[in-house]
């Protein structure tokens, strides 16, 4: 990957992050499961992680 390609990847993960914020508000409000969406939120936090020390790296 080069360095737009990862943060063209970032800003989606980002977009999808707050998506499913939003949806994580709206379960909790109705008292719903969220340890999917839960589950989720982590994994895209760990992949931007990932990819922004890939950055620093370039």
């Given at each position: 990957m080069n360095r737009k390609e990862i943060?063209?990847?970032?800003?989606?993960?980002?977009s999808d992050h707050t998506r499913l914020s939003a949806d994580m508000e709206k379960?909790?409000?109705v008292k719903g499961k969220t340890e999917i969406t839960?589950?989720?939120?982590?994994r895209i936090e760990k992949e931007?992680?990932?990819?922004?020390?890939k950055?620093?790296?370039?």
């Open positions: 943060e063209d990847k970032i800003e989606e993960l980002k379960l909790v409000y839960d589950k989720e939120l982590e931007i992680a990932e990819l922004r020390k950055l620093q790296t370039m």
